[in-house]
């Protein structure tokens, strides 16, 4: 015997195995919320806690660098305190006269014969 249907295309049952579609439905939603849940578990459980851990990390971190920090203002303060100190003595240096080469130059302008009145008449 032949079998004909006369129903709509949408309405025919299909050949092949029936998928239901509410549990299709269902199926889909509880990996939906499982995929969120597990996003939600590994947010809470293992970032939050490695950034937390990291943050107290960096911040000893900045502790150590802002206590060097400070020890190197300090020593570039004692730097230029004796900058300053080297500068003062370099100009009391510069005004300083050479006895040595003064009394020298005297010599030479009275000569080396010491015939010191024949130039200087008083």
């Known amino acids: 015997m032949i079998r004909i ?3 709509p295309q949408e309405f025919r049952r299909r050949s092949g195995p029936s998928i239901n579609q509410d549990a299709l439905i269902v199926v889909a939603g509880v990996v939906v ?13 293992v970032r939050i806690p490695y950034a937390e851990d990291r943050e107290q990390e960096l ?4 502790r150590g ?5 400070k020890q190197l203002e300090e ?3 004692q730097i230029a305190q004796i900058q300053r100190r080297i500068d003062v003595l370099d100009s009391l240096r510069a005004q300083k006269v050479e006895w040595a080469r003064t009394m020298w130059d005297f010599a030479e ?9 024949e130039q200087f008449q008083v």
């Not at 919320?33 to 459980?45: N, S």
């Not at 911040?59 to 900045?62: I, V």
């Not at 302008?109 to 009145?117: I, K, V």
């Open 59 to 62: 911040a000893a971190e900045k």
């Open 33 to 45: 919320v499982l995929l969120v849940g597990a996003f939600w578990a590994w947010l809470h459980f």
């Open 5 to 7: 249907n006369l129903l």
């Open 75 to 77: 020593m570039e303060r």
């Open 109 to 117: 302008l009275f000569g080396r014969d010491g015939n010191w009145g």
């Open 65 to 69: 660098l802002e206590a060097q920090v």
